[in-house]
């Protein structure tokens, strides 16, 4: 780590010197985002700054600069994309875990923004900007943590379905804290209830279907948060034909961003292990959103969320209704769940083959 020194002096103030030390850091810094430091991290003067193994996020390389720290390669290691994932997916599910925890036990469920958008929003913005949703899936797979992991997992699958749906950058943020806090009136529910090893009984299921007007109430008494997210989680269980709750609105009623919120949720939900069932297999669950996006989803967001799941899986190996494995070669736009598929020195286009199938998709 070493310090820079301004090119020429004269003429400029203190300030001027500062600033451009601060800035020049900063993007002498930033290539190391996504890294982790190899031990802790102290300034010049000897003040703790972050420990080891912190990983890397925009937020922390400000504090570094800030701290006039120019960081060398020697003092960060380098992450593959999956230890990256799951570094990063475990760092905010723990911070979503003590923000869940703090707000359990304080009286005014006033959610803490400025944690959130330090500790969680940034690392979500870098998982998602990697767009390889298929790398990124083992990384959301839950431990014994459902109901925070579960969170991060939405705000990483929304971020990323609402860069496919080319939404504004100031949107696609403003989406990003929705979908992390979609769930967040959960905190209003008895653990017991949440954890329950089993189906839940009739006044158990009404209770926790009230995570989503607690959540909203929370929201919308933040300072600092949007209508637009608190009505994510008033209505992310609503459904296009009304069999939703908690008021069973119709789709034309309901958010654009409580239909990416809604997708996201069901994948994830579908694709987890849960204290009362295993999850579903990936292609299982795809089919099933898919007979469902005429009815329940919005069918063009579902639609676009299929397709480029399916279009990050070219190169797998799929199990075939025959017993054959074969290897997905391309996506067909206007059949996604059909890809064309390669057999030793076969090609077989599962939209035209319709005897065929597949029956799950292998791992790369
Ligand atoms: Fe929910």
Avoid at 42 to 49: A, D, I, K, L
Avoid at 190 to 205: C, D
Wanted: one cysteine or more; hydrophobic letters at 40%; charged letters at 20%.
């Amino acid at each position: 780590m070493r310090p820079r020194s301004f090119p020429i002096t004269a003429g400029f103030t203190p300030v001027d010197i500062l600033h451009w030390q601060v800035r020049n850091m900063n993007n002498s810094n930033e290539q190391y985002i996504g890294k982790q430091l190899v031990a802790n991290l102290f300034n010049h003067s000897g003040v703790f700054v972050l420990p080891a193994l912190t990983l890397l996020t925009g937020e922390h390389i400000r504090l570094i600069s800030q701290h006039k720290i120019v960081l060398e390669p020697q003092d960060v290691l380098q992450v593959d994309s999956a230890a990256f994932y799951q570094l990063a997916v475990d760092d905010c599910t723990a911070a979503m875990e003590n923000i869940f925890e703090q707000l359990r036990y304080t009286k005014t469920k006033r959610l803490p923004m400025l944690e959130l958008r330090n500790e969680v929003i940034p690392f979500i913005q870098q998982v998602s900007e990697k767009n390889d949703f298929y790398g990124i899936l083992s990384a959301l797979q839950t431990k014994d943590d459902y109901t925070y992991r579960h969170n991060v997992a939405v705000g990483i699958i929304s971020t990323l379905l609402g860069k496919w749906l080319k939404l504004k950058p100031e949107e696609l943020s403003m989406l990003t804290i929705a979908a992390t806090l979609h769930d967040i009136g959960k905190i209003m529910i008895p653990a017991e209830i949440l954890t329950k090893p089993g189906p839940l009984n009739e006044e158990e299921h009404a209770l926790m279907k009230k995570h989503t007007t607690y959540g909203y109430e929370m929201i919308r008494d933040t300072v600092g948060t949007t209508h637009m997210q608190a009505l994510v989680a008033l209505q992310h269980h609503e459904r296009m034909d009304g069999s939703g709750y908690p008021f069973g609105v119709l789709g034309h009623r309901i958010t654009d961003f409580s239909k990416i919120v809604a997708v996201a949720d069901i994948f994830h939900a579908m694709t987890s292990d849960r204290f009362y069932r295993t999850a579903a297999p990936l292609y299982e669950v795809l089919k099933q959103m898919d007979d469902n996006a005429y009815s329940k989803l919005d069918p063009y967001i579902c639609s676009v969320f299929i397709n480029k799941l399916m279009q990050s899986m070219i190169g797998n190996e799929v199990l075939l209704t025959d017993g054959r494995i074969g290897k997905i070669i391309m996506i067909l736009a206007h059949d996604p769940l059909r890809p064309l598929v390669n057999i030793g020195e076969d090609f077989i286009d599962l939209s035209r083959e319709r005897q065929l199938g597949v029956v799950r998709v292998l791992s790369q």
